[in-house]
């Protein structure tokens, strides 16, 4: 008759030979004791990125937005008669063509965006796809680590960039 090669070889095949005596048991425990240890140290580093990545989120869809605001008006060209306003409220920001609601979209918690003394900024955008107003908004997160992130638009070519 034909011996079945042990293909267990080395470690692996002492370590599931000791199971008798319950070793195998109290290293299944070490083990889930260690993965324990390290998900508790890892777990106030993750919560941190959380605000970031909510922050940076946040961040790139309001950039994205103006974008689009700022391409309606290049093809238009015509910004004043069909007036796009991305406006930035307390808790939310409101995306309205004239007097039509295009999108609302309410933050995150712990997000803050500043809107000044009477509680609301608009954005809007010429003809030619550069910026009416002071174009800087801040979006942060309030938490015990703070973090900011800047959107800017440059007055003279429109250009949006995140810093």
Request: a positive charge; glycine letters at 8%.
């Amino acid at each position: 008759m034909r011996q079945e090669k042990n293909l267990w070889s080395g470690w692996l095949a002492k370590a599931c030979q000791r199971c008798e005596n319950g070793y195998l048991l109290t290293e299944y425990i070490v083990l889930l004791g260690l993965l324990g240890l390290f998900f508790t140290l890892a777990m106030p580093k993750m919560t941190w990125d959380s605000h970031r990545y909510a922050v940076d989120a946040m961040t790139r869809e309001i950039a994205v937005d103006l974008q689009r605001m700022r391409q309606h008006s290049l093809t238009n060209g015509t910004a004043d008669m069909d007036g796009w306003t991305l406006s930035l409220r307390k808790d939310k920001y409101v995306i309205m063509q004239r007097y039509t609601v295009h999108k609302t979209r309410i933050y995150p918690k712990g997000i803050t965006i500043p809107t000044g003394k009477n509680g609301r900024k608009d954005f809007t955008f010429d003809g030619k796809g550069r910026p009416q107003s002071d174009m800087e908004l801040t979006v942060a997160s309030s938490g015990a680590q703070p973090y900011e992130k800047k959107i800017i638009v440059a007055a003279q070519t429109g250009r949006i960039r995140i810093e």
